[in-house]
């Protein structure tokens, strides 16, 4: 998977980066079940710009409907991130890399494809044939890519065209 992140984005160390910080506090956000919801099935990111070497955050949505409670709150809303707690602020490699799945998906019409695995694949949901674990760990390239191949495959004459 790592081989992959790193074509996909054209940027060596960023695979590095994603193994280094993926599980870490700074990677941590709280949101609303329902935005929560959004962000992990694709439907909004957080893009980063650099401006005098301050990085600033805002919402970019690719989904019509995405209900932030507050209001005023959607695309191209600025995200406040504090730091007095002693936590660095996201990683903006971070960031860029889910903006830029989230953009790919939803270009190509995998997003729905995605979605739907995400909330009906009982190797993704659940222990598979009823065993405890997955056959393998699921962040090694011989067990995800082989997979979301097979079930993109499989799913794609379930998902209507875009």
Known sequence: MWDYIRLFTGDDSIADIVKENINSVENGILLEWNVHWAFGNLGWGIETKNENSVYKYYIKTFRKRIYFSRPGVGNGTELHFSTTS?????????CTLHLKVCAVAHACGAARVFSH?????????????????????????SFMIPYLERRLFEESACVSPV
């Open 86 to 94: 002693g936590h660095k602020l996201p990683s903006p490699a971070l």
């Open 117 to 141: 695995l995400f909330e009906h694949d009982p190797d993704i949901i659940g222990p598979a044939a009823g065993s405890s674990e997955l056959p393998t760990d699921p962040t090694f390239d």
